[in-house]
């Protein structure tokens, strides 16, 4: 079990789950936990010999019932596949998942919020390369998601509809668009080639979605990860971060702030992308000002970054 | 922090006492919230024994969901693609 404690010179919540320091750490590609079960071979953690997309509890939570939830979410069978590698269909089926997931850990009472998010590359601290996600189920409102809310009130309205009229109106750090979503790098990207992937109608989760438009989020987001691998024509590592509506009735994480149903019109579900990698072989460290003074300071202008990121996302089409 | 260390604070711990400045350290995870139990069952669920034992399949938009339990007692779901393909 984890234990919870507040940092107060930070105002923030610390999870310790030092049983998670034992946990499998980049095993041989044939003792890969997330492969099937096959005949003759080893036991892994999907006891059967093929599955398509499969959700089952973290071995070593952070967080575990009755204080949240802790998930792995493996996207296919195929070892060596991605997500910007699966058919559409596959991509299309797992936002369907993540839809499920959202909906039945967050009617759970001890979850506040669930986060769905993906992990890619040794750089940012994968330590299974099989192609898979996870999902937490918070037992509070973490600070992200909750500055996205203050900044909702900031603003007097939706702040990511209000951003991406500006990014549409500008026009510069737009690198891919559909019918139902647009991709953009926003204004005051913190990584180089910082990628935020947005539904044009206002939706605070994907349960507000329809069928058309979870099939056109799943094209832009495999476009745009297709387009990170072709840019340095190598795998991109990336944190890859799902942010929808809070689940805890509240809508800032203060009791009784708002009615549970105007939370439930908070938020706006997105998608955040986290590429570590300024250059084809340099990554972005967060040293003494980001950590210590949590101030970013980059070495590339996004609309710069832009033009070559829209270029990778049409090469790789 | 050396394994040494580690290992020290896996050794079972006795329960801590209650803190002497309420709101500070340490502060319980989600306080009293409701319990509530994990997808897929209690531990007491007939259903939860084996990873062999499988409720019937549900149905989610596109998807059929196959809830099974892991020799251990962990939850697993299988999603496929609905055969009808709707």
């Known amino acids: ?317 | 922090m050396p394994r040494s260390a580690v290992a020290q604070l896996n050794v079972p711990r006795p329960p801590r006492e209650a803190p002497a400045e309420a709101g500070l350290y340490p502060r319980d995870m989600a306080g009293n919230r409701a319990e509530s139990s994990p997808p897929g069952g209690s531990e007491s669920d007939p259903d939860a024994q084996q990873g062999e034992q499988r409720r019937p399949p549900e149905r989610y938009g596109p998807l059929e969901l196959m809830r099974t339990r892991k020799d251990d007692g962990r939850a697993l779901i299988l999603y496929s693609r609905s055969k009808d393909g709707t």
Not at chain 1, 216 to 234: C, I, K, M, T, V
Not at chain 1, 251 to 274: I, K, M, N, Q, T
Not at chain 1, 279 to 292: H, I, N, V, W
Request: overall charge negative; hydrophobic content about 40%.
């Open chain 1, 1 to 317: 079990m984890s234990e919870l404690r507040f940092n107060e010179l930070r105002d923030e919540q610390v999870v310790y789950a030092i049983h998670r320091q034992e946990r499998t750490f980049l095993p041989a590609r044939d003792h890969c936990p997330l492969c099937p079960t096959r005949p003759g071979g080893p036991q892994t953690e999907i006891p059967f010999p093929k599955f398509e997309i499969v959700v089952f509890d973290n071995r070593f939570p952070a967080f575990e019932a009755p204080h949240g939830a802790a998930e792995v979410l493996v996207y296919t069978d195929d070892h060596d596949a991605s997500f910007a590698t699966l058919a559409p269909e596959r991509a299309e089926a797992l936002l369907w998942v993540w839809r499920q997931r959202y909906e039945e850990l967050g009617a759970r009472a001890d979850i506040d919020y669930v986060f769905i998010f993906e992990n890619r590359g040794v750089e940012v601290g994968v330590t299974l390369h099989h192609p898979h996600g996870q999902i937490y189920g918070y037992p509070f409102l973490p600070p992200v998601p909750a500055l996205e809310l203050a900044a909702d009130r900031r603003l007097g309205g939706c702040a990511p509809c209000a951003l991406l009229r500006r990014e549409m109106a500008d026009g510069r750090r737009v690198v891919y668009e559909n019918d139902s979503a647009v991709a953009y790098l926003p204004y005051a990207a913190r990584w180089a080639f910082e990628a935020h992937v947005t539904l044009r109608e206002h939706r605070p989760s994907l349960l507000d979605c329809g069928s058309d438009e979870l099939r056109l989020l799943a094209a832009a987001l495999q476009a745009l990860a297709r387009g990170y691998d072709s840019l340095f024509e190598r795998p991109m590592p990336y944190v890859m971060a799902v942010h929808q509506a809070p689940t805890d009735g509240r809508a800032d994480g203060a009791p009784g702030a708002r009615s549970a149903a105007a939370a439930a019109r908070a938020g706006h579900l997105h998608v955040e992308f986290y590429p570590p990698l300024r250059t084809a072989d340099k990554l972005k460290y967060l040293a003494g000002s980001e950590q210590g003074a949590g101030t970013f300071i980059s070495d590339t202008l996004p609309e710069e970054s832009a033009v070559l990121l829209r270029e990778a996302i049409l090469r790789a089409a």
